[in-house]
């Protein structure tokens, strides 16, 4: 198989020399933006793009969100908590997990908007659009809590 000649601008923006300092450029700041990169290296935002996600294989990603980091102390307390329920498991079997009851608590909106894709539909190409407004949740709202065991639940309130 051969690559004739065409006609068209030869490729001057991806080169080794680019590619390289794209690397280091986005190690020295993870949050460098394709904008960024392409008016360090005069290059178009594709060739940007194509140098940073096909040549370099960097794919740009956000952060999980985690309620808040617990300390040193407040892990360790975990973990003994947790030896300390798998102890009492291994000693008294069954009967231990029957015993437990768990519970949590939510706001709940007295209606909920359905969302846009919950409206997904299909459609054939003569249908008319459906169109779908933006609405708020309820303003009104109640906090829920419940309390369940094994058995199903115990209290709602």
């Not at 291994?90 to 919950?118: C, M, N, Y």
Request: glycine content about 6%; charged content about 30%.
């Amino acid at each position: 198989m051969k690559d004739e000649e065409r006609a068209g601008r030869p490729s001057t923006s991806i080169t080794d020399s680019n590619v390289e300092d794209a690397r280091a450029m986005i190690l020295e700041n993870r949050q460098v933006t394709i904008d960024e990169v392409a008016n360090h290296f005069e290059i178009s935002h594709g060739s940007a793009y194509d140098i940073i996600h096909n040549w370099l294989g960097f794919r740009k990603v956000c952060a999980k969100w985690v309620p808040k980091e617990l300390t040193e102390e407040q892990k360790n307390n975990l973990v003994a908590i947790c030896q300390r329920l798998l102890d009492r498991y291994a000693s008294e079997g069954e009967a231990f997990l029957t015993r437990i009851v768990t519970g949590d608590k939510t706001w709940v909106h007295h209606f909920a908007p359905e969302s846009k894709r919950q409206t997904m539909e299909w459609k054939h190409p003569g249908s008319p659009v459906k169109k779908k407004f933006k609405s708020q949740p309820s303003a009104g709202k109640v906090m829920l809590t419940i309390f369940w065991d094994s058995q199903g639940v115990i209290l709602e309130h």
